[in-house]
């Protein structure tokens, strides 16, 4: 059974700086990543991580890096110099290659105070 849980979200003051964690199991991914979510909005890609590199939505290159822990299966989202619009209920997901199989955690709320 595939779960991914998520942690590290939080309230912290513009220019701060917060962690987000997914580790996950029941399976290998290929491909993970974090997306944001915010009231009456889509759920829209902050980050993303495959074998071949990493893919930042443009609002947040230069302050957000996306890593990955193979051996503990685990993705993280170091988020640096934050912002109040960085604010949002963030997700981990995770896909086999063909994006055939999609994966979501429960979710972690972000909150930027300004």
């Known amino acids: 059974q595939v779960q991914l849980v998520e942690s590290g979200g939080g309230l912290v003051q513009a220019g701060g700086s917060l962690r987000l964690s997914c580790a996950a199991s029941?399976?290998?991914?290929?491909?993970m990543g974090w997306y944001r979510q915010v009231p009456g909005k889509q759920r829209e890609l902050v980050a993303s991580?495959?074998?071949?590199?990493?893919n930042y939505t443009d609002s947040v290159k230069g302050r957000f890096t996306i890593s990955r822990d193979n051996a503990k299966n685990t993705v993280y989202l170091q988020m640096n110099s934050l912002k109040p619009e960085d604010t949002g209920v963030y997700y981990c997901?995770?896909?086999?290659?063909?994006?055939?199989?999609?994966?979501w955690g429960q979710g972690t709320q972000v909150t930027v105070s300004s």
């Open positions: 997901k995770a896909s086999d290659s063909f994006l055939k199989y999609n994966y």
């Open positions: 991580i495959t074998t071949s590199g990493t």
């Open positions: 029941g399976s290998d991914f290929s491909i």
